[in-house]
C-alpha cells in the first residue's frame, strides 16, 4: 500500500487533535498490517543486543518504547534472566504478541510458545514484566535497579530534551558498569509508506517547515548519528560502540540547519553499546 506522506500527515494531524490513537492501532493491524511482526526484518536488531548484552550473566533488563507485540523481548527472554518493558502509552495487543510468539518459537525451538492470555502470563511465561502507562524519565525503581538498558526504534521518536531526562534516569536505575544497548532509526519514516520520496527526504526541511508534519502521533526528531554520539558523551556514558551504518545516497535537497560535511549525516541507523559509569 502506498500513501502520499502529506496526505499521511493530515490524517496524523486529525488523529492527534481527537486522540484518536486507539483507531490508529486498529487501523495499522487490519488495514495497513504495519502492526504485524515481521520475524526476519526484526532478527537482525535482536541479535545486536543479544550480543550487546552476552557479557552480562542473565541479566535483569529494562526497556522503553516495548511496542505492541514485545517479540524482541520474547526473543531476548532465552538470553536474559528477566524484562521490565514500558511504553508511555499502552499499546500491548495479545494477538500481535501471539503471533510473533508463534513465529519466533517455529523458527527458534528453543523458545517454547505459550499463548498469552494477559500481563500474569507474559511474567510467568516468559518474563517479561510490562508496564503502561509508564513514563521512562521518571520511574519508581530504585537506584541500580537493572543490569542493563536495552531500546530499539525509539529514540528518534523523542525530542532531545526528552532524551537527556531518560538517559539521566538510566544513569541512576542501570547499575554502574551496566550497558546501555540501543539501535536507532535514523530514516524518514513517512517513505515506508511512500515509495515516492528517499529515505531522507525530510532532511530537506528546517525545523519550521517540517514542524507542520510533526505530530505527536508520528514524531521525529531526525537527529543525525554525530548528535547522539555528543549527547550520550555529555552525559559521560563510555562509548564502547557507536556505529552509523546502512548510508542511504545523499538527498538533493538539505536543510542549512544540517551539517553536510559530517560523515555520518546520511546513515540510516545507529548502533550504540554504552556503559554506565
Not at 198 to 219: D, E, I, K, W
Request: with cysteine; glycine share 4%; hydrophobic share 40%.
Amino acid at each position: 500500500m502506498n500513501i502520499d506522506w502529506k496526505l499521511k500527515s493530515t490524517a496524523f494531524h486529525w488523529i492527534d487533535a481527537f486522540s484518536l490513537h486507539q483507531t490508529l492501532y486498529f487501523l495499522q493491524w487490519h488495514v495497513t498490517r504495519r502492526s504485524r511482526t515481521d520475524v526476519a526484518t526484526g532478527y537482525r536488531n535482536w541479535l545486536i543486543h543479544r550480543d550487546h548484552l552476552a557479557a552480562l550473566e542473565r541479566p535483569h533488563v529494562f526497556e522503553f518504547g516495548a511496542g505492541k507485540s514485545l517479540a524482541q523481548n520474547i526473543f531476548l527472554s532465552q538470553y536474559v534472566g528477566s524484562q521490565t518493558v514500558v511504553d508511555l502509552f499502552p499499546m500491548l495487543n495479545f494477538d500481535l504478541l501471539n503471533d510473533a510468539a508463534a513465529k519466533i518459537s517455529n523458527q527458534h525451538p528453543s523458545i517454547a510458545y505459550h499463548p498469552i492470555a494477559n500481563r500474569l502470563e507474559l511474567a510467568q511465561f516468559y518474563g517479561i514484566c510490562y508496564l503502561a502507562p509508564f513514563d521512562a524519565a521518571r520511574t519508581p525503581f530504585d537506584d541500580c535497579s537493572f543490569d542493563a538498558c536495552v531500546s530499539t526504534d525509539t529514540l528518534e521518536h523523542i525530542p532531545e530534551d526528552g532524551i537527556v531526562s531518560i538517559f539521566k534516569e538510566l544513569r541512576r536505575i542501570v547499575a554502574s558498569g551496566g550497558l546501555i544497548s540501543a539501535v536507532i532509526d535514523y530514516s524518514d519514516h513517512y517513505a515506508y509508506t511512500d515509495r515516492t520520496i528517499g529515505p531522507l527526504n525530510y532532511l530537506q526541511y528546517s525545523t519550521g517547515q517540517f514542524s507542520q508534519f510533526n505530530h505527536r502521533v508520528h514524531y521525529q526528531n531526525r537527529m543525525r548519528h554525530h548528535d547522539y554520539l555528543r549527547l550520550f558523551r555529555s552525559l559521560n556514558f563510555k562509548i564502547i560502540k557507536a556505529e552509523g551504518v546502512d548510508a542511504a545516497p545523499r538527498p538533493p535537497l538539505i536543510s542549512d540547519e544540517f551539517d553536510r560535511k559530517e560523515p555520518s549525516l546520511c546513515a540510516l541507523k545507529g548502533i550504540f553499546l554504552l556503559q554506565n559509569p
